[in-house]
């Protein structure tokens, strides 16, 4: 996984500035998320992985899973990407791309998980001290994980904030039986 996300990273960027540059990072985000989610396919990735088909064969095949035509700089990322045998890099070329745009625009999506459904108003509480901490705009997505006995574990990207009743009595033990 992470030597994908190194092979990918310089597509990501480039095409982040260009979008950037055509001030269609909205765009962009979209035409890339559908993509990743065409190449996730299988039957995509067997036409992929077909040493028979052309480079530039699959591009238009792949280009095709597309409901309207697609503008003209995608069909040409696309065809980059086809050309370097770098199509299944998708995934990973959207994933980064909406970090990028995360950080432009100061913004960070959290899962947390509870112990108990969180009110609007505790949501809102842990939204806007998460801000604060953060500095960033935080989107919130919310999971129940009874199991938590109380408190919250929050995530994004690969930080963990274990402030869970079952984190400190897992703590405890650990500190306890050495």
Same mark, same amino acid.
Request: with cysteine.
């Given at each position: 996984m992470a030597e994908l996300t190194?092979?990918?990273r310089p597509y990501a960027k480039a095409?982040?500035?260009?979008a950037q540059d +055509? %001030?269609?990072?909205? +765009?962009?985000?979209?035409?890339l998320a559908f993509a990743a989610q065409v190449?996730?396919? +299988?039957?995509?990735? %067997? =036409?992929?992985a077909n040493p028979g088909l052309s480079e530039q064969r699959k591009a238009e095949?792949?280009?095709?899973c597309f409901e309207e035509p697609l503008p003209e700089a995608l069909r040409n990322f696309l065809l980059i990407l086809a050309e370097n045998k770098r199509l299944a890099l998708l995934p990973e070329i959207s994933a980064l791309f909406a970090l990028y745009r995360a950080d432009l625009e100061k913004s960070v999506k959290l899962t947390i998980e509870t112990a108990f459904e969180l009110s609007a108003g505790e949501q809102q509480k842990l939204i806007d001290a998460l801000s604060k901490k953060l500095e960033r705009k935080?989107?919130?997505e919310s999971a129940v994980d009874q199991s938590? =006995?109380?408190g919250v574990v929050v995530r994004t990207g690969d930080l963990?904030?274990?402030a869970s009743v079952r984190g400190k009595l897992a703590k405890m033990a650990k500190a306890l039986g050495s």
């Amino acid at each position: 996984m992470a030597e994908l996300t190194t092979l990918a990273r310089p597509y990501a960027k480039a095409v982040f500035d260009a979008a950037q540059d +055509q %001030n269609a990072v909205d +765009q962009w985000d979209q035409a890339l998320a559908f993509a990743a989610q065409v190449a996730a396919d +299988q039957e995509v990735k %067997n =036409i992929l992985a077909n040493p028979g088909l052309s480079e530039q064969r699959k591009a238009e095949l792949f280009a095709e899973c597309f409901e309207e035509p697609l503008p003209e700089a995608l069909r040409n990322f696309l065809l980059i990407l086809a050309e370097n045998k770098r199509l299944a890099l998708l995934p990973e070329i959207s994933a980064l791309f909406a970090l990028y745009r995360a950080d432009l625009e100061k913004s960070v999506k959290l899962t947390i998980e509870t112990a108990f459904e969180l009110s609007a108003g505790e949501q809102q509480k842990l939204i806007d001290a998460l801000s604060k901490k953060l500095e960033r705009k935080v989107e919130l997505e919310s999971a129940v994980d009874q199991s938590l =006995i109380g408190g919250v574990v929050v995530r994004t990207g690969d930080l963990v904030i274990d402030a869970s009743v079952r984190g400190k009595l897992a703590k405890m033990a650990k500190a306890l039986g050495s």
